[in-house]
């Protein structure tokens, strides 16, 4: 019985790695100076996902089939860049891109010295470069993500690390903010202060909860209490 067992367990041992996947890793960019921010989304309408990268001083993309690398921006801030988010807004099929940059994050109160948002233009050819529109921003914006929050709207979530003037992580809640698109990038843009109620936020991402019509987004932060997860509808 014991040597039954023994083969039983080989066996489902052998079937596990046999439907193990197999990753074969492939270099697209050896020189990355800071990889702060990824996205994924079709960059150029040929319905293949292309990889945006926001590197320490350009934001770039990837094109999907040759991975040929095209330079969005260049040196849009003093600081660093730090953030970049992708998503099919209007429905043609191609990506709406925001920034984020000037990351600053011990400047926790001068909006001119830390943080800034942008949306990005796009050009008749993607591959060339792309035209930002600065937006409001708080000090030491930090994370970004496309929402849906109805059939064909989408928000823009922007989250800093900070919340105004704080030092060790107290004093004034970090502002995760709401932008909306209005028709034409270039006038101005909706927005709403949607929490305040943490410090420290971290992190930020989007669930598809199976709703056709709305994404949750979920930030977490830490605070003088331990750490928190908060999600939002
Ligand atoms: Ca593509
Ligand atoms: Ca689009």
């Given at each position: ?17 046999l ?5 074969q ?19 150029d309408?040929d ?10 001083k350009?934001?770039?993309w ?12 260049e ?22 891109v925001?920034?984020?940059?000037q990351?600053?994050?011990g400047?926790?109160?001068?909006t001119?010295?830390?943080g ?96 056709k ?21």
């Amino acid at each position: 019985m014991a040597n039954y067992s023994f083969l039983l367990a080989a066996l489902c041992f052998l079937s596990g790695a046999l439907n193990e996947p197999k990753f074969q890793a492939q270099v697209l960019d050896d020189n990355v100076a800071i990889g702060y921010g990824l996205a994924i989304g079709d960059v150029d309408g040929d319905r293949k996902p292309d990889i945006l990268l926001a590197d320490k001083k350009q934001f770039v993309w990837f094109r999907n089939g040759d991975w040929k690398r095209f330079v969005m921006v260049e040196n849009l801030t003093e600081s660093d860049n730090v953030c970049i988010a992708a998503r099919d807004v209007d429905g043609d099929g191609k990506v709406e891109v925001a920034v984020g940059a000037q990351w600053n994050p011990g400047e926790t109160s001068d909006t001119l010295k830390s943080g800034s948002v942008h949306f990005l233009v796009r050009p008749g050819d993607p591959t060339q470069l792309w035209t930002p529109i600065e937006l409001h921003h708080e000090p030491t914006i930090h994370r970004m993500r496309w929402v849906k929050v109805a059939m064909n709207k989408y928000q823009l979530i922007v989250v800093p690390l900070h919340g105004r003037g704080n030092k060790g992580g107290e004093g004034q809640g970090v502002k995760v903010i709401a932008y909306e698109m209005p028709r034409d990038p270039r006038a101005k843009w909706k927005q709403w202060t949607i929490d305040e109620s943490m410090h420290l936020t971290h992190n930020l991402d989007v669930v598809d909860q199976g709703e056709k019509d709305r994404n949750q987004t979920v930030y977490s932060s830490r605070n003088a209490r331990g750490q928190l997860e908060r999600r939002m509808d």
